[in-house]
């Protein structure tokens, strides 16, 4: 980083004596595409690059983004663009599915423009931070956990002429020495940060996948500790909120500015306060805010009071996390938690009309047959309106992912394969066939039943939508694997 850091400089150096005025440098963030074949979600404003993008620009630095699954375009046209652009920054996020392909990018962006300077950041490269160095030459520097400080000092200093040596939270290149700085305080007061730049994305193009659903985060860290999880260990042990009012002048401005009336809050427990939860209701309420939104949280973080007020100010789903129907495996995740916690939770839900959503991780090692179909009828008791069957993926980051290396078990290192649908590793108990299988014929147990899909046409058209596309979708599957077997 610091011979690109040189090269910068009298770049720098050479615009301004030929421009005469003051410069400030311009970045260009980019989600990367998925790779070819993956499950893909619809997409959102990632609020991670949205963040980024709002403290640069109230620094007033010259941003702009190029969001390749918003755009559906490929490394051809991300090339294309990085050519009209000409930043000095291109700064990259990446999930580990997504991780490649952010390589490869930082790949074009060099040959574009050797003196470029490339960042990357995200969960997954805070935890492969030295090996995405090892394996990416064209990669100058990681950003690890939150960016948004750190970025806004790199350019700061770049803007200045200043080495970048002693910035918090990187890691990067030295010669032929990779330095790992340390950690960066998070930031312990999130209202302070402004709200992500929505205006940077094409919201017109996020409308071709149906209702645009504006997604909010109104907290960071989490006070559990499971084993499968890498946002913890990502945002900390400690849980940093935004206050209720500043949650809801957002709700508001995006209302307001977008005509937003649909959101969904990215918390990974986002009724860890209850107290706060019930005053972001009151203050929807008194805005007279017409909006509706979902989000997720623990079974046991929840009750009919507070559901009900949720309920009043808009929230019309919940997702909850099963995780799994064995107790066994349960406490061996981590959890915390109770199956008879996870029945009443689904009962209070319903009972104040609520969508819920169940979240199931299949596979954690110690799985079995039998337990696997424990989780299979539990969520068959508890009837969900819908339901995600995981693959337990050894993100890293994570004691799981640490303990599957360990053992020997991992069998895909390919990180394209990592879209927690595929089987990674083999545990001695269930073989990653078995694996496929039990999961496959719980997605078919849950959706192919006539009566789940009536129930579904009552719970509006988004809904109905949605829920019509996969079940159709495990239908064809189920065809298909009947005429195989003929």
């Known amino acids: 980083m610091q011979n690109i850091l040189s090269m910068q400089l009298l770049v720098f150096a050479e615009r301004i004596k030929a421009q ?90 060099k040959e574009i423009n050797p003196k470029c300077l490339t960042l990357l950041g995200g969960v997954h490269v805070t935890f492969w931070d030295d090996k995405a160095l090892q394996e990416c030459p064209s990669l100058d520097g990681v950003v690890r956990k939150e ?43 999130l209202d302070s940060l402004p709200f992500p730049a929505h205006h940077l994305w ?30 913890v260990r990502m945002f900390g042990r400690g849980y940093r909120m935004r206050s209720a009012k500043n949650v809801v002048d957002e709700l508001e401005y995006l209302h307001n500015t977008y005509g937003a009336d649909r959101f969904t809050f990215y918390d990974d427990s986002f009724t860890v306060d209850r107290s706060r939860v019930e005053e972001i209701c009151r203050e929807i309420h008194d805005r007279n ?22 309920k009043d100010a808009g929230c019309f789903a919940v997702w909850l996390g099963v995780e799994s129907g064995s107790q066994r495996i349960m406490d061996a995740m981590g959890k915390g938690l109770t199956i008879e916690k996870t029945k009443k939770a689904f009962k209070l839900a319903k009972e104040v009309g609520m969508i819920t959503i169940a979240n199931v991780v299949l596979g954690f090692p110690g799985e079995t047959k039998e337990t696997a179909w424990e989780t299979i009828k539990l969520i068959e008791e508890i009837s969900p309106d819908d339901i995600g069957y995981y693959i337990a993926t050894p993100y890293p980051g994570t004691p799981m992912a640490d303990y599957v290396k360990k053992m020997g078990w991992i069998k ?40 789940y899909f009536l129930n579904m046409l009552t719970k509006g058209r988004f809904w109905s939508l949605s829920i019509g596309r996969t079940v159709l979708a495990h239908l064809l599957r189920a065809i298909k694997a009947k005429l195989t077997l003929r």
């Not at 074949?37 to 190029?66: C, M, R």
């Open 20 to 109: 005469g005025r003051n410069m400030k440098p311009h970045v260009t963030l980019v989600n990367p595409p998925y790779p070819k074949g993956a499950h893909k979600h619809p997409p959102f404003t990632p609020l991670g690059l949205g963040y980024l993008a709002a403290v640069l620009e109230k620094s007033q630095y010259e941003v702009d983004v190029i969001d390749c699954q918003v755009l559906d375009i490929a490394y051809e046209e991300v090339k294309s663009e990085l050519s009209k652009r000409k930043p000095d920054i291109v700064g990259m996020t990446s999930t580990t599915l997504t991780y490649k392909s952010a390589l490869r990018i930082a790949k074009i962006a």
């Open 147 to 189: 960016g948004e400080n750190t970025i806004l000092e790199l350019v700061e200093r770049l803007e200045k002429g200043r080495d970048f040596h002693d910035v918090l939270g990187i890691t990067y290149r030295k010669g032929e020495k990779i330095i790992r700085n340390p950690d960066r305080p998070y930031i312990k007061d």
């Open 202 to 231: 094409p919201i017109e193009r996020l409308r071709k996948y149906g209702d645009v659903i504006f997604p909010l985060m109104t907290s960071r860290g989490c006070i559990f500790w499971c084993e499968f999880c890498s946002s």
């Open 289 to 310: 805010l017409r909006i509706t939104w979902d989000c997720g949280t623990r079974v046991d973080l929840i009750t009919k009071d507070l559901l009900q007020k949720m």
């Open 412 to 451: 895909v290192t390919d990180f394209d394969k990592y879209d927690t649908a595929t089987p990674i590793f083999e545990i001695p108990t269930l073989s990653m066939q078995e694996l496929r299988e039990i999961r496959e014929q719980a997605f078919r147990r849950f959706y192919l039943r006539p009566q």
